[in-house]
T-cell receptor, first 112, second 113 residues
Framework: AQTVTQSQPEMSVQEAETVTLSCTYDTSESDYYLFWYKQPPSRQMILVIRQEAYKQQNATENRFSVNFQKAAKSFSLKISDSQLGDAAMYFCAYWDTDKLIFGTGTRLQVFP | GAGVSQSPRYKVAKRGQDVALRCDPISGHVSLFWYQQALGQGPEFLTYFQNEAQLDKSGLPSDRFFAERPEGSVSTLKIQRTQQEDSAVYLC???????????FGSGTRLTVV
C-alpha cells in the first residue's frame, strides 16, 4: 500500500527567509500525482502545488517550488521569501486511484 | 456554488446520539469524497462517490458510518450511536473527476462528549 511520511512535525523560519519541508512516499506505481496542501486554522485544505510523476521538471508556483526525486521517492517543498501568512500546517499527499493519501503534516511557524 | 460548503461547522453530540453532516459540492463536480481528520493527524479517506454511485467505501471505520448522495449533488455523512473516538474534523472534497479541480470544504468539527 502507498504511504506518505513527513518526518518534521514542526519547522520554523524567519520572515523573508527560505524553508524546506520534507516528504517521502512509497509506491510501486510509475505514474502518479503528488501534492502539497496548506491547512490554516480555518481548516480548509488549500492546494499549494502539484507534481505529475512523469514530468521531469520540478513544479513551481510563485514562491513555492518542489524538489521531486522520483528514484529516491522524495518530494520536498521549498518556500522562498517566507511571509507571516505562510504559517500553517502543511501536508504532503499522494493520489491513489480514487483518493488522496496524506502524511501526518508539518506545522510551519513564521517569525517576524 | 463557488466552493464546497459543509454544515454544520461545529457539532457537539452526546455519546450514543446519531449525527448527520452535510456537504454541498461545487456545481458540476461529479466526484465527491469524505475524509476524517483526527487531532494532530492528516486526513484519512472514508468514501468516494461518482455522481450518485458510491464507488469506494473502504475507509468507513465501522457499520455505524453511512454516506449517501442520492441525486448526485449534496451528500450526507451519517454516524449512528456516536462514540468518543468519532471526535474529529470531517472534510468533504469534490472534483471534476479524479484529481482534477480537487477542492476541499472547511470541514465539520465533531466533538462527542
Amino acid at each position: 500500500a502507498q504511504t506518505v511520511t513527513q518526518s518534521q512535525p514542526e519547522m520554523s523560519v524567519q520572515e523573508a527567509e527560505t524553508v524546506t519541508l520534507s516528504c517521502t512516499y512509497d509506491t510501486s506505481e510509475s505514474d502518479y500525482y503528488l501534492f502539497w496542501y496548506k491547512q490554516p486554522p480555518s481548516r480548509q485544505m488549500i492546494l499549494v502545488i502539484r507534481q505529475e510523476a512523469y514530468k521531469q521538471q520540478n513544479a513551481t508556483e510563485n514562491r513555492f517550488s518542489v524538489n521531486f526525486q522520483k528514484a529516491a521517492k522524495s518530494f520536498s517543498l521549498k518556500i522562498s521569501d517566507s511571509q507571516l501568512g505562510d504559517a500553517a500546517m502543511y501536508f504532503c499527499a499522494y493520489w491513489d486511484t480514487d483518493k488522496l493519501i496524506f502524511g501526518t503534516g508539518t506545522r510551519l511557524q513564521v517569525f517576524p | 456554488g463557488a466552493g464546497v460548503s459543509q454544515s454544520p461547522r461545529y457539532k457537539v453530540a452526546k455519546r450514543g446520539q446519531d449525527v448527520a453532516l452535510r456537504c454541498d459540492p461545487i456545481s458540476g463536480h461529479v466526484s465527491l469524497f469524505w475524509y476524517q481528520q483526527a487531532l494532530g493527524q492528516g486526513p484519512e479517506f472514508l468514501t468516494y462517490f461518482q455522481n450518485e454511485a458510491q464507488l469506494d467505501k473502504s475507509g468507513l471505520p465501522s457499520d455505524r458510518f453511512f454516506a449517501e448522495r442520492p441525486e448526485g449533488s449534496v451528500s450526507t455523512l451519517k454516524i449512528q450511536r456516536t462514540q468518543q473516538e468519532d471526535s474529529a474534523v470531517y472534510l468533504c472534497a469534490s472534483s471534476l473527476g479524479g484529481a482534477d479541480g480537487y477542492t476541499f470544504g472547511s470541514g465539520t468539527r465533531l466533538t462527542v462528549v
